[in-house]
């Protein structure tokens, strides 16, 4: 009896090893936890399409919005965990929503198995060409001189696009009212419908409307200019020390066998090396940032943390 348990025992090892090392043999479910048209959407339709021509299988999308990105992840969570189904995760779903949501479907340390970082860009600040301001000093100068008056979009309840826009409110002490949407693009289009006054969202989906002159482009959220617009300077410039750089990654549900986890984290490098994509993201604003499963869970886990205390002193929380 005890030869035939070990058999079996011997077959399901040998059986679980052989679909490791032949992973994948179906379509895999790449997640994203905002709508259509989004920064995260875009990133996730790049990389569908060299995933898909590298490995064999179609690569579908799935967009399951709301919640600030917690719908989408919580999904994932609760998926099984052989390869099948991924998130691609965001500044906000995957580092904001710990400190910002007092309960949520998933945690972050336990039902998650980081794959690779994909990509860093700056949020965009812009605004209605109503609005009579043409730099970051004199978009305060309006707020100020009307305060309360003035609504901002962002892409949900506590993403970085709307904590970024906390955060320039407190640091000018200016007042603003919020209105969420479920995407950047539904951001967009209802500045350009005449419906919301300014915003700091992805510049990844913002920047062709900013080149259009649909919007007006004022500053970019990171420390530094970025290479698309060079010329557009940085927030900090006119207020030190603001900083807020999003960025996406790709997420595996815990327990992910390890092989299968390195294989795409070692896809993600080789596509990211590939000039047409850099150039893609470029163009719109993103930096190419592979990183390695240990490296970008280590990243995660500091993320979480700084986005913590911006929760803390925005005194935001969502029950």
Do not use: C
Request: no cysteine; hydrophobic share 40%; proline share 8%.
């Amino acid at each position: 009896m005890q030869r035939i348990f070990a058999g079996a025992v011997a077959l399901l090892v040998s059986a679980a090893a052989h679909a490791q090392d032949n992973w994948p043999q179906r379509t895999v479910t790449l997640v994203v936890p905002f709508g259509p048209g989004g920064s995260a959407d875009l990133t996730a339709r790049i990389f569908s399409t060299h995933l898909q021509t590298r490995l064999g299988v179609p690569f579908v999308i799935e967009n399951k919005g709301g919640a600030g990105g917690s719908i989408g992840a919580g999904f994932v969570a609760k998926a099984p965990n052989d390869g099948y189904t991924l998130l691609v995760g965001t500044v906000s779903s995957n580092a904001v929503n710990a400190a910002l949501y007092t309960k949520l479907p998933y945690d972050l340390d336990r039902d998650f198995q980081p794959v690779s970082r994909l990509v860093l860009f700056p949020n965009l600040l812009f605004v209605n060409p109503k609005i009579p301001a043409t730099s970051v000093p004199g978009l305060i100068e309006y707020l100020k001189a009307n305060p309360g008056k003035a609504n901002y979009g962002s892409s949900g309840i506590g993403t970085s696009s709307h904590l970024s826009s906390v955060m320039f409110a407190l640091a000018t002490g200016t007042e603003m009212t919020h209105v969420p949407f479920r995407s950047t693009s539904e951001v967009v289009n209802s500045m350009i419908g005449g419906h919301i006054d300014l915003g700091i969202d992805s510049m990844t989906t913002t920047i062709p409307h900013a080149q259009s002159g649909a919007v007006r482009a004022l500053a970019v959220t990171t420390p530094q200019r970025s290479a698309s617009m060079p010329d557009l300077p940085t927030i900090g410039e006119t207020l030190p020390g603001y900083e807020a750089t999003a960025w996406q990654g790709l997420f595996a549900p815990a327990g992910t066998p390890r092989p299968v986890v390195d294989r795409l984290a070692g896809e993600v490098k080789r596509i990211l090396e590939l000039p047409e994509v850099v150039s893609s993201l470029t163009a719109v604003g993103a930096e190419p940032a592979p990183m390695p499963p240990d490296a970008f869970a280590a990243f995660t886990r500091t993320e979480r943390a700084k986005w913590k205390e911006v929760v803390r002193v925005s005194g935001t929380r969502i029950d």
